[in-house]
């Protein structure tokens, strides 16, 4: 028989499929048990934003039409929100879509790009499916400021002549490491115009506002910067699949060019602009958010467990052991959480921020997990 595999090209033949948080009707298969709680995929334990719901239950009799391949109207209210023009905009399912979307406009097996270890999975798959070479940068260590964090300096000096994205994520996904605005308005400075700086910004809005960094607001400063959003965690829509970038104009220009048509659905695009001016539900979220990660936080510190302190909607903790018996552990008693051996953190669980009755449920398991 053909080995397909041998078919793709050399960069696709050494990827490994990118692994997701295990679903609740898996588990019931496996194990048959009810009452499951998810604290894996770092979902809004709210829900939905009800604005959103509300926006999308007329469409129901239209789904035999196909969707603004332009997405005029959530654009416009994008546009808007953030204020700059629509022809900043570019529209991606999830903003993974978009992640992507830039790798294969900008890179090929000619150049290289620059992401820290330990951050979001998708960029090293972007980046090597097309065939370009990807420079890991060693993360900061637990004991320095940013436990686990991003290592602006040593990116900064791994730029060359091949360079041409940097991914950063902040916060940071799994980690929940963030950088400070100082510290990232300086990096953007030293780095060159050719190159594009990708600022992944999918987790902003739960951060505290005191310390939130808008890279947005940058924009007109830095031609080559590009601010990802999404959807999926703060607004509640990760169902949908509905994310999008910032750039300058021409950035937007040559990334649309590759666009698939459609790549949003109808009801997605509906939905995201309803959920946009739902500010109630966003601070609503950035409570029940800050009330679980606190309540989780104490219960590490009592057990003596170390952590990265979050800005996300979820906790990387470490176990200083094999963190697979403590998944499984977990896992027989109802609750899924994601290991992270895959980001080379083999002792660490990454666990999703759920309602104060689910953060409950699994303080009180830990101490029998960690036992």
């Given at each position: 028989m053909t080995d397909f595999k041998a078919l793709a090209v050399?960069?696709?033949q050494k990827l490994?499929?990118?692994v997701p948080g295990k679903p609740i009707s898996e588990l019931e298969r496996e194990l048959g048990i009810e009452n499951i709680i998810k604290l894996a995929s770092n979902e809004n334990p709210l829900g939905p934003s009800p604005k959103a719901m509300a926006a999308i239950a007329p469409l129901m009799s239209e789904l035999a039409l196909y969707p603004d391949g332009n997405g005029f109207e959530l654009k416009k209210a994008l546009a808007e929100k953030h204020g700059v023009g629509m022809d900043q905009i570019t529209l991606g399912n999830g903003s993974n879509d978009v992640l992507v979307l830039l790798a294969e406009a900008f890179l090929s097996a000619a150049h290289n790009a620059i992401y820290s270890q330990y951050s979001f999975a998708v960029y090293p798959i972007a980046i090597q499916a097309i065939g370009a070479?990807?420079?890991m940068i060693p993360a900061l260590g637990w004991d320095s400021d940013s436990p686990l964090g991003c290592d602006l300096d040593a990116m900064a000096a791994a730029i060359d002549a091949q360079t041409r994205l940097i991914f950063i994520a902040n916060p940071n996904n799994p980690t929940g490491s963030f950088?400070?605005?100082q510290a990232l308005y300086n990096f953007i400075q030293q780095v060159p115009e050719d190159v594009i700086v990708v600022l992944d910004e999918a987790y902003l809005e739960y951060s505290p506002e005191s310390m939130r960094v808008d890279g947005s607001l940058w924009l007109s400063e830095f031609p080559n910067l590009v601010v990802t959003r999404t959807f999926s965690k703060a607004y509640g829509l990760a169902g949908l699949r509905v994310g999008y970038s910032l750039s300058h104009p021409d950035i937007a220009n040559v990334?649309?060019?590759i666009r698939q048509p459609f790549n949003v659905n109808s009801l997605a695009l509906k939905a995201a602009e309803a959920a946009i001016d739902d500010a109630d539900f966003i601070q609503k979220s950035m409570a029940v958010n800050a009330k679980g990660l606190e309540l989780l936080c104490d219960c590490c510190d009592e057990l003596k467990l170390r952590y990265v302190p979050s800005k996300g909607n979820f906790l990387l903790v470490d176990f200083a052991q094999d963190a697979m018996p403590i998944y499984e552990h977990l896992l027989h008693n109802g609750i899924i959480t994601r290991?992270?051996?895959?980001y080379g953190l083999p002792n660490s669980l990454r666990i999703t921020i759920g309602s104060e009755n689910q953060i409950q449920r699994l303080i009180n398991l830990l101490p029998t997990a960690v036992a």
């Amino acid at each position: 028989m053909t080995d397909f595999k041998a078919l793709a090209v050399p960069g696709v033949q050494k990827l490994n499929p990118y692994v997701p948080g295990k679903p609740i009707s898996e588990l019931e298969r496996e194990l048959g048990i009810e009452n499951i709680i998810k604290l894996a995929s770092n979902e809004n334990p709210l829900g939905p934003s009800p604005k959103a719901m509300a926006a999308i239950a007329p469409l129901m009799s239209e789904l035999a039409l196909y969707p603004d391949g332009n997405g005029f109207e959530l654009k416009k209210a994008l546009a808007e929100k953030h204020g700059v023009g629509m022809d900043q905009i570019t529209l991606g399912n999830g903003s993974n879509d978009v992640l992507v979307l830039l790798a294969e406009a900008f890179l090929s097996a000619a150049h290289n790009a620059i992401y820290s270890q330990y951050s979001f999975a998708v960029y090293p798959i972007a980046i090597q499916a097309i065939g370009a070479t990807h420079k890991m940068i060693p993360a900061l260590g637990w004991d320095s400021d940013s436990p686990l964090g991003c290592d602006l300096d040593a990116m900064a000096a791994a730029i060359d002549a091949q360079t041409r994205l940097i991914f950063i994520a902040n916060p940071n996904n799994p980690t929940g490491s963030f950088l400070t605005k100082q510290a990232l308005y300086n990096f953007i400075q030293q780095v060159p115009e050719d190159v594009i700086v990708v600022l992944d910004e999918a987790y902003l809005e739960y951060s505290p506002e005191s310390m939130r960094v808008d890279g947005s607001l940058w924009l007109s400063e830095f031609p080559n910067l590009v601010v990802t959003r999404t959807f999926s965690k703060a607004y509640g829509l990760a169902g949908l699949r509905v994310g999008y970038s910032l750039s300058h104009p021409d950035i937007a220009n040559v990334i649309n060019r590759i666009r698939q048509p459609f790549n949003v659905n109808s009801l997605a695009l509906k939905a995201a602009e309803a959920a946009i001016d739902d500010a109630d539900f966003i601070q609503k979220s950035m409570a029940v958010n800050a009330k679980g990660l606190e309540l989780l936080c104490d219960c590490c510190d009592e057990l003596k467990l170390r952590y990265v302190p979050s800005k996300g909607n979820f906790l990387l903790v470490d176990f200083a052991q094999d963190a697979m018996p403590i998944y499984e552990h977990l896992l027989h008693n109802g609750i899924i959480t994601r290991p992270v051996a895959n980001y080379g953190l083999p002792n660490s669980l990454r666990i999703t921020i759920g309602s104060e009755n689910q953060i409950q449920r699994l303080i009180n398991l830990l101490p029998t997990a960690v036992a």
